[in-house]
């Protein structure tokens, strides 16, 4: 018998899970058009690899994965894709994205599946086939499920299938356990398989008697050593670490993962559909969503993905007096903004509300700071507290006093006596944080761009001054070189050289013979003699002073 533990806080809200159970899974007729969004999961959204016009079948890809955390998507069926355009999807914001309209042409032709042998594969094949199967959690949070396949340092001891569905309205996961056990079952040990878990804990809450049953009866004629357990039916119990303390008593530390000590946990709905992907070559193409609340006849039903809401509800005929639909639980879930968006791998439960069910709540007034919602906070926070913070806009304060551990869950909104939307002020104070923190970050990167613009900018500069400096230095040295003076004689060498230019003068003067000298006059004799004393006069005259300025 194993030990169970208790975690802090937790609710009884009315389960009004009775009405969804009273059928069997119904199979929701083909609709009349398919609109197929490319995000129907956490992270990137998948890249179509389709165009209008272009027919496909049953299980073909239209969206690969687009980045880390991606998945794929399929088409739901046989058809002809009509258009790829931004439609309204099942989103609190109402903001639309892009999506695939697939009419279909009535053949449900597939495309070729390859069913293998897990055990024939290695981890990694497998989880590349789940990649591309368009695999992702079921229990509403659609976090690609290969990514937690994915072996970390920390190894894991325990695999936990959580089949608590503590949500009110919600029995998407009971009827499939009653229904489809073997599958599950066959699926949980593939997925030990992966992880090379030891153990195996089945946490199905107390008041599902039929589904634990069913279980029960599957692990044993599959001669498994996985462990059903009945835990006690306490809202949030469905939540991860919740569960994850009430199985094996271990906390997960704050701003930490569930494999950081050595757990992991999957939806049974992903179980399922993992096994289906597998063993089966079929992938995500439909899923189990209990249709219930102010309807005629609430069940559950295993539609197409991308079927219309308002289609699936008109299967369970809402209610004339219906003013609004939610998607998920009372607790956690969010009304949408049209009928007209189409189902989603997100899509647990639809609940037609209407007055008489969900009443408006009261103004909310001034906390009294009763504490109630501390005692209830599973997470073991103090609301009354990150409350005030939240609401004077002291985001440091909430966050050191662990803000971001909130589930949400909905558990201190649930029990406030002055009607305080607790969760709404926790859901802003957490989406400023994440908003300061992304223009903190951009301002850091705008910050080191200009930095590094500046260090470029002077880099360049230097460079460029560097390389004056060099040319000019070059420039210098070439005018230097060219304007050096020719080596200047020394003045024994001047003076020699001018006493041989002054002797060849006279050997020149000696050998030049006179020209019609024969018949000259006396007068003519005598100026000419006169000529040469001058001659000789200026040559002594020339000699001494070259004799002068050398002395």
């Not at 299980?59 to 687009?66: A, S, V, Y």
């Not at 199905?204 to 599957?218: G, R």
């Not at 002077?458 to 390389?467: D, G, L």
Request: charged share 25%; net charge neutral; aromatic share 4%.
């Amino acid at each position: 018998m194993r030990t169970l533990h208790q975690f802090h806080g937790g609710i009884h809200p009315p389960s009004h899970k009775a009405q969804s159970t009273r059928a069997p899974i119904a199979t929701a007729p083909m609709p009349s058009k398919l609109v197929i969004p490319f995000r129907q999961h956490a992270g990137e959204a998948a890249k179509p690899v389709v165009q209008a016009g272009e027919r496909v079948l049953k299980g073909q890809l239209i969206g690969k994965p687009e980045g880390f955390v991606s998945s794929a998507v399929h088409a739901p069926t046989s058809g002809t894709i009509v258009s790829i355009d931004m439609q309204p999807v099942a989103h609190p914001s109402g903001l639309p994205d892009m999506c695939a309209t697939l009419l279909p042409d009535g053949r449900d032709e597939w495309v070729a599946r390859q069913p293998l042998e897990y055990r024939d594969c290695s981890a990694v094949e497998l989880r590349q086939l789940l990649r591309m199967s368009g695999i992702v959690g079921l229990g509403g949070a659609v976090f690609p499920s290969d990514i937690k396949l994915r072996l970390s340092r920390q190894k894991i001891r325990t695999l936990i299938l959580n089949a608590a569905e503590c949500e009110p309205y919600i029995t998407c996961d009971d009827m499939l356990m009653r229904e489809r056990a073997a599958e599950i079952v066959q699926g949980a040990e593939m997925l030990r398989f992966m992880l090379e878990a030891k153990e195996v804990l089945i946490g199905i809450e107390d008041n599902k008697s039929e589904a634990i049953a069913m279980m029960q009866q599957a692990v044993t004629a599959a001669g498994l050593p996985l462990e059903v357990i009945r835990i006690p039916t306490l809202y949030p119990g469905g939540s991860a670490k919740q569960l994850i303390r009430t199985l094996t008593g271990l906390e997960v530390p704050s701003g930490k993962l569930p494999t950081d000590i050595g757990v992991q946990c999957f939806n049974v709905g992903t179980t399922y559909a993992a096994w289906r992907a597998i063993a089966h070559g079929e992938p995500l193409i439909s899923r189990v969503v209990t249709v219930t609340g102010n309807v005629r006849r609430p069940q559950n039903y295993e539609a197409l993905l991308g079927t219309p809401i308002e289609e699936l509800v008109a299967l369970s005929e809402a209610l004339p007096d219906t003013d609004r639909h939610i998607m998920g639980g009372p607790m956690m879930g969010f009304a949408l903004p049209s009928l007209s968006v189409p189902l989603v791998k997100a899509s647990n439960c639809i609940i037609a509300g209407s007055p008489a069910l969900f009443p408006p709540p009261p103004p909310p007034l001034s906390c009294i700071r009763c504490t109630r919602c501390a005692q209830v906070c599973p997470a073991d926070l103090q609301p009354q507290d990150l409350y005030w913070f939240a609401q004077s806009r002291e985001f440091g304060k909430a966050q050191a006093f662990s803000l971001f551990d909130c589930i949400e869950c909905g558990a201190c909104s649930y029990v406030c006596p002055s009607h305080i939307p607790l969760v709404q002020y926790f859901r802003f104070a957490k989406s400023e944080i994440r908003a300061r923190e992304q223009d903190k970050l951009a301002a850091d990167k705008a910050r080191q761009r200009h930095e590094f613009r500046e260090f470029r900018i002077e880099q360049e500069k230097r460079e460029k001054a560097e390389k004056l400096a060099a040319r000019e230095k070059a420039a210098l040295a070439a005018k230097a070189a060219s304007a050096a003076p020719a080596t200047v004689p020394a003045p024994d060498d001047a003076h020699a050289k001018i006493q041989q230019a002054v002797e060849r003068a006279r050997l020149q003067a000696a050998a030049v013979v006179p020209k019609n000298t024969e018949n000259l006059t006396p007068a003519q004799q005598t100026e000419i003699a006169e000529i040469e004393i001058s001659r000789a006069r200026l040559r002594e005259q020339a000699k001494s002073e070259v004799e002068h300025s050398k002395e």
